[in-house]
C-alpha cells in the first residue's frame, strides 16, 4: 500500500488564498445582486502595457516563421533576457550580479516554494510571523523544523535576528504582509550574522518596485551577500505579469556549503524539473527594461500607490491604526474594537461587501491584523474605503 506524505496533513486544510476565494464565492452565490469589491489577494487589475503587448505580438508572429521559431528554452533562461535583468536591476544599483547567476523562472511563489529543495531536510528554518504563506507551507510538506521570527507593532514588523541563527532564512521586503521596508544597515547584521553561521537568507524582493523612500532594493546591495543569499523577483506586482508568469531568482556562484555550489545543485534541479519560460513571455519581459516599458511600469506602479495612499490616509482618519502601504503596495491595519481577523473578515464582506486578507492567515502574530491591498482600480478603492468606514 503507498504511503503518502504525512507532512501534508500537517498544512491547513487550504491554502490561505484559496480559503478566501471559497469563502467569496459561496457568499456571491447567495448574494448575486450585491456588488463585491475585492482587496484580498494581491492580483494587479490594470491591463499589460502597450510596450508589452507590442514585443508578444511580435514574439508569437516569430514563432509562426520557419526561420525565427524557438522551441526549448535555455535550462537558466534566454540570454537576451537575463542580460537585461543583470544591467538593470543589478549593474545599475553597483550590485555585482552576472547574467550567468540569474534563473529565470515563471515567477516568484514558485521559486519561493522550490528553492528549499537543494537543502538537507534537517536545516532549520527561520520564517517570519506573519508571513507570505509559501515559505511556510513548502517547508512544512519538507519536514523541516520551523523557527518563527515574531514581527509585531513592538519591532516595527522587523524580527529579531534569532539566537542561534537558523540555518535557512526567509526574508521579504517590502513585506508582504505589513507593507514594512528593513534599512541596508539593518539588512546589513542579517547578511554578517548569516555569513559567520554558515546560514542561507532567501531574500524575496518581489515588491521592490514599490520602494519610495531609501530602501534596499536587493540584498546585493549589502556586503558579502553574494556569500550567503539567494533572491526572488517577480514581473507580476511591477508589470502585471499575474497572468503570464515570469520571475527569476538569483543564485550567486559564490554561495558556496559544504564546499558545494548552490548555483550549480539549483541549475542541476531548474534543468531537470523545470521547462522554462515561454519565450514570447521571456521578450515581453525584456520589454518591461525598455525606456517605454520602464515609464510605462513606472506610471503602473504610481496608480496602485496612490490607492495605498488612498486606503491608509482614508482609514487613518477614520481611526484605524495602519502600517504599511508607503513603500509597499500592502496596508496592514489593526481590526476596530480588537475583533479577530476573521470576524472582521466576515463583518466586512457581509456588510461593506469588501474582501481583504485576515492577518491571523499569514500567522498568529497577525491575529487582530487585517491587510487590503492596493491592486484594485482607484474607482473601487475609493468605494471600498468608503464603504468600510461606513461600517466600522
Ligand atoms: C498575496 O496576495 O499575498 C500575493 O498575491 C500572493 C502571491 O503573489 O502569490
Redesign the pocket.
Known sequence: MVKVNQNYLKLSKSY??STIAQKVGAYTKEHPDKQVLRL????VTKPLTPTVISALHQAVDEMGQADRFRGYAPDLGYAFLRETIAKNDFAARDCDIEADEIFVSD???SDCGNMQEIFDEENTVGICDPV???YMDSNVMAGRKIVLMPCTEENGFIPEIPDPMPDIVYLCFPN??TGTVIGKDKLQKWVDRANESGSVILYDA?YEAYIRTDSVHSIYECRGAKECAIEFH?F??NAGF?GLRLGYAVVPKALVRENVSLHSLWARRHGTKYNGAPYIVQRAGEAVYSETGRAEIASLVDYYMENATMIRDGLKDAGFKVFGGVDAP?IWLKTPGQMSSWDFFDHLLTTANVVG?PGSG?GANGEGYF?L?A?GSHENTAEAVRRIRENI
Not at 484580498?40 to 492580483?43: M, S
Request: hydrophobic share 30%; charged share 15%.
Open positions: 490561505l488564498f484580498g489577494i494581491g492580483d515567477g516568484a511563489k507570505y504563506p509559501v508582504n504582509p518581489a517577480s507580476s506586482k499575474t500592502y486578507t499569514f491587510r491591498s491592486f
